[in-house]
C-alpha cells in the first residue's frame, strides 16, 4: 500500500512540472498515474492532494488525465463562475449521456440544457414547493404504516424508498409513482449501478454492468412513451410534472420527444435518489450518535409541530435546529466525492494556469473538513451555521454553487427535513452497532453509508406539550442578524447565483419578479421599513443566497 504521508520529493515518477503549471501530487505510477489510489479510497486520495497543494490548487493524474484540484472558497467561486466555454460540464460527464440518453441534461447542444432545466424548474419554484409536504408526509406515513411496534430495521433502504417515492410522485406525478412495479425498480437500480469511478473514463467498455444499464434505458423508454400515449389517446392531462414536460416546448417550438422525457425523468430521479438517502440516513446516525442533539431535534419538532395537525411547508421552515442538522450532515458527508469540468480555454487562478484539455474539480468532501474555513472542522457541530461560518456560499458546496447549482437542493432538502420530523415525531431510534462504525463508502459513485445500516426502533411516546409559543422568525445568518429593523435597506442580488427558485417573489412580490431570463429583477432597491419582514424571509430561504440586504 501506498503511504500517504511521504513527501512528493521522495517521488521517483514525479513530472517536471512546466513554468505556471499547478504542483503535480506525488507517487503517480507509469500509465495509471494515482489510479490505484483512488479505487482504493477516493477520498483519501482527495485529501492527500489538498494538503499536498498549494492548499488551493494541484494536480493529479487518473489514466493519463490531468485533474487539477481547486480548494478554499476563493478558489470554488473562480470554478463556479467560470463560463461554460472554458469549464464545461457537458464535456466533463459523457459518462450520464449513457444514462440520460444522446441530447438531453449534458449531452444537450447549444444552450439546450438551460432550456431543458427551466422545464424543470417550473416544478421546482416555491409556489409549488409548498403543496410537497403533505404528499411527502403521506408516503412517510404509509411506510410507517407497515412497521411493527418496535424491531429493527436496515435504514438506509428505509430512506431509498421514502425519497425515491416521495419524489416521483411529488416531482413526476401519481401515475408515474404508483407505476413504479418490480421491473420499475430492476430497470432503475441497472441505471444506477452504470454510473461508476470506471465510467468516469470509459463509459463504453463491453462490461455486464454497462449492457444492463443501456438495455434499462431502452426499456424505461418504452413503459414511459406507453403513459404518454395513454394521454395523447384519453386527453387525460393531470396537473403533474410528467405533464409538464409533455407540454414544454423549447425556443424554437419543438416539443420534447419521449427519449428527452425520460432522460430529464431519470435526471430528476437521480439527482434526490441516493444524494437525499443516504443524508437522511446520515442525519439520524450522527443525531444518535450524540443524544442531547437528538433530544434536541425531538423537541424542537414537538414544539413545531402540534399533534393531530398536518405537515406545512411553513412549519418545516421554522425547524432551525433540524435544518442546520441537514447542512452539517452535507459538510461531514456530501454525497459527490468531487464535481468536474472540462477545460475548453485556458484557465488561471492563484498564479497557475490549467491548459485546454485538462480537467478541473473542486471536492466538498475535503473543502468541507479545511480548518481555515469551518472550526473543529471534524466535529459534528449544527451550530455552526447560526455562528455563520457558511455565509460565504463557496464555503458549503454540497450542490456545487454559482447558476450550475444542483437545480433541486431546495426541493431535497425540503424532503428530508419532512421525512425526518416525521420519523422523528412518531419514533425514537437506537444505533444497532458501535457508533464508530457507520461509516461512508467512497467506492460508489454517490457517497452513501455502507449499508445495512442496522437501527433499532420502537414507537414514540411523547410526553404532554408544554404549549410554548415560539418567537418570531430569528434570521440565522449573523450578517442579518445586525440589520436594525427600523431603518430602510438596501438590496443587491448576485444574479451570477440565481437560477429561479422564486421564494423572494412568494414572500415580496412587490419587490422581486422572475424575469423572461429564469432570473430575478428588482422592483424595489430600498423598500421601506414595513417591508423588512418579507425582506429578511426572502433572504433567508433563498437556496442560492443571491440576497444580500445592507446598510449604510
Given amino acids: ?95 450520464m449521456t449513457k444514462i440520460f440518453g444522446e441530447g438531453v441534461v449534458f449531452d444537450a447542444p447549444g444552450d439546450r440544457l438551460g432550456q431543458q432545466l427551466g422545464m424543470v424548474m417550473k416544478f421546482l419554484r416555491d409556489h409549488r414547493m409548498r403543496g410537497y409536504p403533505p404528499i411527502i408526509e403521506d408516503e412517510t406515513g404509509a411506510q410507517l404504516a407497515s412497521w411493527d411496534s418496535s424491531g429493527e430495521l436496515d435504514l438506509l433502504h428505509v430512506m431509498q424508498d421514502l425519497t425515491l417515492y416521495g419524489s416521483s410522485r411529488c416531482l413526476i406525478g401519481p401515475e408515474f409513482r404508483n407505476g413504479m412495479d418490480d421491473e420499475f425498480r430492476v430497470l432503475y437500480e441497472h441505471l444506477e449501478k452504470g454510473v461508476n469511478p470506471i465510467a468516469y473514463f470509459q463509459p463504453d467498455l463491453p462490461l455486464p454492468s454497462f449492457k444492463r444499464r443501456d438495455a434499462a434505458r431502452v426499456r424505461l423508454v418504452e413503459r414511459v412513451s406507453a403513459i404518454l400515449d395513454r394521454r395523447h389517446r384519453t386527453g387525460d392531462r393531470p396537473d403533474d410534472g410528467l405533464q409538464a414536460l409533455l407540454e414544454a416546448t423549447y425556443v424554437d417550438g419543438a416539443q420534447l420527444s419521449a427519449h428527452e422525457i425520460t432522460g430529464l425523468l431519470i435526471a430528476i ?175 460508489a459513485a454517490t457517497v452513501m453509508p455502507h449499508g445495512p445500516v442496522r437501527i433499532w426502533q420502537r414507537r414514540r411516546l411523547r410526553p404532554r406539550a408544554v404549549g410554548r409559543r415560539r418567537a418570531a422568525t430569528v434570521p440565522s445568518s449573523p450578517a442579518v442578524r445586525r440589520l436594525d429593523p427600523t431603518r430602510s435597506v438596501t438590496i443587491e442580488l448576485d444574479l451570477g447565483l440565481c437560477q429561479g427558485h422564486s421564494v423572494c417573489v412568494s414572500e415580496a412580490p412587490d419587490i422581486f419578479r422572475i424575469s423572461s431570463r429564469g432570473d430575478v429583477e428588482l422592483l424595489q432597491a430600498s423598500p421601506s421599513p414595513q417591508r423588512y419582514e418579507a425582506l429578511i424571509k426572502a433572504a433567508e430561504h433563498c437556496p442560492n443566497q443571491v440576497i444580500t440586504l445592507a446598510q449604510s
Avoid at 505510477?29 to 490505484?36: N, R
Avoid at 463557496?394 to 432538502?413: E, S
Fill in 1 to 95: 500500500m501506498l503511504s500517504t504521508n511521504l513527501k512528493t520529493s521522495l517521488n521517483p515518477f514525479q513530472r517536471p512540472v512546466e513554468p505556471g503549471a499547478p504542483p503535480q501530487l506525488s507517487f503517480e505510477l507509469p500509465g495509471i498515474g494515482h489510479m490505484a489510489e483512488w479505487v482504493r479510497n477516493p477520498f483519501a486520495l482527495l485529501q492527500r492532494a489538498q494538503r499536498a497543494g498549494t492548499g488551493e490548487v494541484v494536480e493529479f493524474n487518473l489514466l493519463g488525465t490531468g485533474m487539477v484540484l481547486l480548494t478554499g472558497p476563493r478558489a470554488h467561486e473562480a470554478f463556479f463562475r467560470a463560463p461554460d466555454d472554458q469549464l464545461c460540464r457537458r464535456e466533463a460527464y459523457k459518462l
Fill in 269 to 443: 430521479m437521480m439527482a434526490g435518489h441516493h444524494t437525499s438517502a443516504g443524508t437522511g440516513t446520515w442525519a439520524i446516525v450522527e443525531l444518535l450518535r450524540t443524544p442531547p442533539l437528538m433530544a434536541r431535534a425531538q423537541a424542537e419538532i414537538d414544539e413545531v409541530w402540534p399533534d393531530d395537525t398536518p405537515l406545512t411547508y411553513d412549519r418545516l421552515r421554522q425547524l432551525r435546529f433540524l435544518s442546520n442538522v441537514l447542512k452539517e450532515v452535507l459538510r461531514l458527508h456530501p454525497p459527490l466525492i468531487f464535481l468536474l469540468r472540462k477545460v475548453l480555454r485556458s484557465f488561471t487562478y492563484g498564479g497557475f494556469t490549467i491548459p485546454a484539455g485538462k480537467m478541473v474539480c473542486a471536492a466538498p468532501v475535503v473543502a468541507h473538513r479545511m480548518e481555515s474555513v469551518f472550526t473543529r472542522a471534524n466535529a459534528f457541530d449544527p451550530d455552526r451555521f447560526d455562528r455563520g461560518e457558511a455565509d460565504d456560499p463557496f464555503a458549503w458546496i454540497p450542490f456545487g454553487g454559482g447558476k450550475n447549482k444542483c437545480t433541486g437542493n431546495a426541493f431535497g432538502l425540503l424532503q428530508l427535513k419532512a421525512i425526518l420530523a416525521i420519523l422523528l415525531k412518531r419514533r425514537d431510534f437506537m444505533l444497532v452497532e458501535a457508533p464508530d462504525s457507520y461509516r461512508d463508502n467512497y467506492n
